[in-house]
């Protein structure tokens, strides 16, 4: 991995709903409160203004209201209030080694080791029966393939690590990140990654 270049939970949480915007599951939801609060998504999404610190407020707003961000509900329950980001480009071999949020869909999908490796094989060996939220996931994946393979361009995957420990955790982007090992395309992407010694308290690690 290569270290970029420090980054803020202005740049997380941007990256989040841009990722989330066009996600089935989570776009309503997005959709649906910038349209109460009245703003707009392409100035407040589509093309941001890091810069402007309303336009973070409301960002850091509709990610509380869509997925309970600094809240310490839904995915953020636990969250650690000093974690450090960092801007990583990684290569697909590194990003194979990350883990899949401690999830029950997504260990359906992954399997013990919850690794993106072997989510990316078991899927594309065929699984038996799961869920319905696990067969939800699977279904988007093949989708993301071939986008990946047409060329899309997609939003940073968002990972956190405790600094006591060497793996990886998948927060957002288990769809994206296992499409891209499955096609091998491209061969590096950008990664958020955040550190904290009391990333253990986050439910999902």
């Known amino acids: 991995m290569v270290d970029l270049e420090p980054a803020c939970e202005n740049d997380v949480v941007l990256a989040f709903l841009r990722a989330e915007i066009d996600a089935?599951?989570?776009a309503?939801?997005?959709?649906a409160h910038l349209k109460n609060v009245a703003l707009s998504r392409q100035n407040l999404i589509d093309v941001a203004n890091l810069k402007n610190e309303f336009d973070n407020h409301a960002r850091a707003i509709c990610l509380a209201a869509t997925r309970g961000y600094g809240l310490n509900d839904r995915l953020f329950r636990g969250y650690p209030n000093d974690v450090t980001w960092r801007r990583f480009d990684v290569r697909l071999n590194e990003l194979s080694h990350f883990l899949y949020a401690n999830y029950h869909a997504l260990t359906e999908v992954a399997g013990e080791s919850r690794l993106v490796s072997d989510a990316a094989s078991r899927i594309l060996g065929g699984l038996g029966d799961l869920s319905a939220e696990a067969r939800q996931f699977i279904e988007g994946v093949p989708i993301v393939v071939e986008r990946v393979k047409?060329?899309?361009q997609f939003p940073e995957l968002v990972a956190v690590r405790d600094?006591?420990?060497q793996e990886i955790v998948l927060m957002e982007g288990h769809t994206r990140a296992?499409?891209?090992?499955i096609s091998q395309s491209p061969s590096s992407v950008r990664?958020?990654?955040?550190s904290s010694p009391s990333m253990y308290e986050w439910w999902l690690i």
């Open 191 to 194: 990664v958020l990654i955040g």
């Open 150 to 152: 047409a060329g899309w």
């Open 28 to 31: 309503g939801g997005i959709l």
């Open 163 to 165: 600094t006591h420990s």
């Open 178 to 181: 296992t499409a891209y090992v």
């Open 24 to 26: 089935p599951r989570y």
